[in-house]
């Protein structure tokens, strides 16, 4: 599989696996949270929990396994699953930020982090099992 292919596949894993996380969270806090609509309220100016799940998932399964692709070789780690959890680590770090600014409990952001490690492991983990440089290196048939 081309590796843009396998990685934006990463992403939708990944991005599946983030939102299940933050769900589960979100339930544990009487749906009091809404981390979609935070997304919605920052890009958007108004708290559409819809638009925000659909901003999230698009940017998360397209998005940001762009960005991973180009910055995968300057990533810490040998493995791509590695790589991917140092990235989604620096994506925690922009999204605690917002999630501070819009005042979210701070046992959230702990819940966060976890969503995000999910999300970079999965993300790095089928990039790195099905992408054309896996092939190469005799990982892949």
Known sequence: MRDEVSAVAG????TAGI???LLVGDALAGHRIRPFA???TFVLARPDATLGLLLFAVLGAVGWPVVFLA???YLPGRRDVVRGVAFAVALWVGD???LVAAGTPAWFLGVAFVGHLVYGGLLGLVYGRFGDHALRAGRLG
Request: glycine letters at 12%; proline letters at 0%; aromatic letters at 6%.
């Open 11 to 14: 992403g939708a894993v990944g």
């Open 19 to 21: 939102v299940s996380v």
């Open 38 to 40: 935070v997304v919605a």
């Open 71 to 73: 910055f995968r070789a």
């Open 96 to 98: 605690a930020v917002l």
